[in-house]
């Protein structure tokens, strides 16, 4: 004991001296390793076959999410409808543009602005990129549902398609078919409640209730509010509210519909509230192949390392958190934490790219920038303004970046949150600036791969642990 101690001490003192000696290339190499990723341009490459999970299988309720345009999914279409990068990125700024109309400032509160019909952007729009499998029915149907924690309401396509239903990979649902599917009825609370989920007020046909939800880019979802047996891995609950969409729209493409993870009352996170405890989590995997988890409850298992990331209550739907200050290669950027603080941010599970208030993505950009100087620059993709052709490399070197929150927790990304790569000739950094001070931050699901995202609704805190992936 005494002797290791002994040469510990002697070691590092060796170190100091080599250190404080000057050696400047080690040092250099050693803040290299500390500040930068060292990074196989092989390994940025996209697979074209689906890898089981590297983790453990999680205990309790727990569902495998699959990136909606990979092979792992079970709504993946044809190739050829499956859109390219700038076209994920277009319908990206889309949804932000409906979150940020969706929510104005008033002072330093964030309200959500009152919608009526026809609403001109009711909800965020429903093109997130992850997908879940749940159980519809009696009997049951598997169908693949996109989850969203930037909404509440869920819906699925029903037959009868009476206008018109996008194309899904699994049969469409009939609710004729099962035998514990109910109506709700015009005059019952339970309608009037769909108001704050939706944002529209609910219409009404043959005494039964309908609910319309409208997203940013003229996606939307109209039909029967209903309830019906959900079964979530192997709970089951007996009668969950949802939407029965009898004419559907959008971009929802391959999938049977979509899962509302948000905050407010007739979330799939407050209808299982009983059981689970308004406690969830989920990794969204880290490339198109791998298979992440969704996982209700909490099941005891908790990652190796944990960051704390308080929550704060403005608005009814949308998970909010305060970043504090961006770190590029160690070092914090020089933005005002009144810059943040200003709009406020959002976590959301279906913005792709992280959104910064302008300010913040200016520093970040430059920063990152400089770092990068000495690999040729590529043309923009889309929203993403900072991009390179890393085609002549086999490594590279990227600076880390990490963010920090209100309370001191400090996040490092994945390499794969910060950089975008549409091919090796054109690798972007993936952040984009918000054009108004005032719009809303969004911290985007690209930025939180890899980590397991922990959501204590009850208890006000957001977890990012880290993921133990094994490559
Ligand atoms: C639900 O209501 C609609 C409209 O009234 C009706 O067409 C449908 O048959 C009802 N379904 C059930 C199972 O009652």
């Not at 590297?54 to 050829?80: F, I, M, N, T, W």
């Not at 990125?89 to 019909?117: F, P, Y």
Request: overall charge neutral.
């Amino acid at each position: 004991m005494a002797g290791s101690n002994i040469s510990s001490i002697v070691f590092t003192c060796f170190l100091f001296i080599c250190l404080k000696a000057g050696h400047a290339r080690e040092r250099r190499e050693a803040a290299e390793a500390f500040y930068h990723h060292a990074v196989k341009i092989s390994s940025l490459l996209p697979e074209d076959s689906c890898r089981p999970s590297s983790r453990g299988q999680k205990l309790g309720a727990s569902l495998e999410v699959v990136h909606r345009y990979g092979p792992c999914s079970r709504a993946s279409l044809d190739k050829d409808s499956i859109p390219t990068h700038s076209e994920i990125l277009q319908r990206d700024q889309a949804r932000v543009d409906s979150i940020h109309s969706r929510v104005t400032l008033n002072g330093n509160k964030v309200l959500e602005k009152d919608v009526t019909i026809p609403a001109k952007s009711g909800s965020t729009i429903g093109s997130g990129n992850y997908i879940v499998t749940l159980g519809f029915g009696t009997p049951t149907k598997d169908l693949s549902l996109i989850f969203d924690t930037g909404s509440d309401f869920t819906w699925i396509q029903c037959q009868p398609c009476v206008r018109s239903c996008y194309q899904q990979a699994e049969p469409i649902f009939d609710p004729r078919q099962s035998s514990t599917y109910t109506n709700i009825s015009c005059t019952s609370a339970t309608c009037a409640s769909l108001v704050s989920a939706t944002s529209v007020t609910p219409g009404c046909s043959s005494s039964t209730c309908v609910y319309g939800i409208q997203y940013g880019d003229s996606s939307f979802s109209v039909g029967f509010f209903a309830t019906e047996k959900l079964t979530l891995a192997n709970d089951v609950f007996s009668n969950y509210l949802f939407g029965c969409g009898e004419n559907n729209q959008g971009l929802f493409g391959g999938s049977a519909g979509l899962l509302g993870l948000g905050k407010g009352g007739l979330s799939a996170v407050s209808q299982t509230a009983s059981k689970y405890g308004r406690y969830f989590s989920y990794c969204l995997p880290s490339t198109r192949s791998n298979i992440g988890h969704l996982t209700f409850g909490n099941d005891g298992t908790s990652p190796a390392e944990i960051t704390q990331i308080l929550t704060s209550s403005q608005g009814p739907s949308f998970y909010f958190v305060n970043i504090q200050a961006i770190s590029v290669g160690g070092q914090q950027l020089s933005i005002s934490p009144t810059v943040f603080s200003t709009a406020g941010t959002v976590v959301d599970s279906g913005t792709v790219i992280t959104r910064l208030p302008p300010a913040a993505y200016t520093a970040l950009r430059s920063a990152f920038r400089q770092r990068m100087s000495q690999y040729p620059t590529a043309a923009p993709l889309a929203i993403l303004d900072t991009c390179y052709d890393l085609s002549g490399y086999s490594t590279v070197s990227v600076p880390k970046i990490s963010i920090s929150f209100a309370g001191g927790a400090v996040i490092n990304l994945d390499l794969s949150g910060i950089l975008y790569v549409q091919s090796i000739s054109r690798v972007c950094l993936a952040f984009a600036g918000n054009s108004d001070a005032s719009d809303l931050g969004i911290l985007g699901n690209v930025q939180q791969r890899t980590f397991d995202v922990i959501y204590d609704v009850a208890g006000g805190s957001l977890d990012f642990g880290l993921e133990v992936v094994a490559n």
